[in-house]
Nanobody
Framework: QVHLIETGGGLVQSGDSLRLSCALSGRTFNNYALAWFRQVPGKAREFVAAIDWNGSNTEYADSVKGRCAISRDNRKKTVNLEMNNLKTEDSALYYC????????????????WGQGTQVTVSS
């Protein structure tokens, strides 16, 4: 059983920065690719960023490329998402997700999910 717990969401202003963290427990952290998705009410869950099992590959959605950085700490068993120059359209519930080894960019590829952390960006 894989458990994911996200932290770091909150209310910020446009242009601010925010750091989301996700802790994985229950399985060997190093075997999992980790990703961040986000969702707003009435819309599908949207890919944001992902990092593979050893951190050698990362992927970003075009909407956040250049403003976000995903990283992992295999010793602490955490994955982080640094978000800079936040925009109102970044407001969403952000989810951490895990799958075996390789990066995926669509939600159905990930069997393990956290409960989400809310990010709200005000103008």
């Amino acid at each position: 059983q894989v458990h994911l717990i996200e932290t770091g969401g909150g209310l910020v202003q446009s242009g601010d920065s925010l750091r989301l963290s996700c802790a994985l427990s229950g399985r060997t952290f190093n075997n999992y690719a980790l990703a961040w998705f986000r969702q707003v009410p009435g819309k599908a869950r949207e890919f944001v960023a992902a990092i593979d099992w050893n951190g050698s590959n990362t992927e970003y959605a075009d909407s956040v490329k250049g403003r976000c950085a995903i990283s992992r700490d295999n010793r602490k068993k955490t994955v982080n998402l640094e978000m800079n120059n936040l925009k109102t359209e970044d407001s969403a519930l952000y989810y951490c997700a895990a799958r075996w080894l390789r990066i995926g960019k669509v939600a159905p590829e990930y069997p393990h999910w956290g409960q989400g952390t809310q990010v709200t960006v005000s103008s």
